[in-house]
């Protein structure tokens, strides 16, 4: 699994962080995604699409390394 993100549709909702605080962070300065490992462990996979799901802007893309 892969992860990317486009910081600039992001409006720092903050859901991708609450989700996965393992993958995900918010910027101090304006509140929008931070993506601290774009390439998790099998076990936070789950974590990361559901994330990706809930974000309301839709800036997390992930594509399936396999």
Do not use: W
Request: glycine content about 6%.
């Amino acid at each position: 699994m892969k992860i990317y993100v486009s910081h600039d549709r992001c409006r720092g909702a903050g859901q991708c962080a609450l989700t996965a605080p393992e993958i995900f962070d918010q910027s101090d300065d304006d509140g929008t995604v931070v993506l601290l490992n774009s390439e998790p462990p099998p076990e936070l996979h789950v974590r990361a699409i559901r994330a990706a799901g809930l974000c309301p802007n839709s800036v997390i893309r992930i594509v399936d390394a396999t």
